[in-house]
């Protein structure tokens, strides 16, 4: 499994994840949502809803929306 977001286009918070995760090196592949049935199935097994931005990770871990931004931020000083 590798690091991959759920995202759909015209998503001002998916826009942000992705630059968010961009900018701190986090490799992920991106899954488009609309239309996709498959990834659609898999978001409502693993949140509940059909719902973006969704970061799920390789370890399993699983972020959604704003979780994204605040769990890659780093230690604040």
């Not at 490799?27 to 199935?41: E, F, M, R, W």
């Not at 370890?59 to 959604?64: T, V």
Request: proline share 4%; hydrophobic share 35%.
């Amino acid at each position: 499994m590798t690091n991959t977001l759920y995202m759909m286009d015209g998503c001002s918070k998916c826009a942000k994840a992705i630059n968010h995760l961009k900018t701190n090196g986090i490799p992920y592949i991106k899954v488009n949502v609309l239309g996709n049935i498959k990834a659609q199935k898999h978001l409502k097994q693993i949140v509940g809803e059909i719902y973006t931005p969704v970061f799920q990770m390789e370890n399993g871990s699983i972020f959604k929306g704003e979780e994204i931004l605040n769990y890659f931020e780093g230690p604040k000083t």
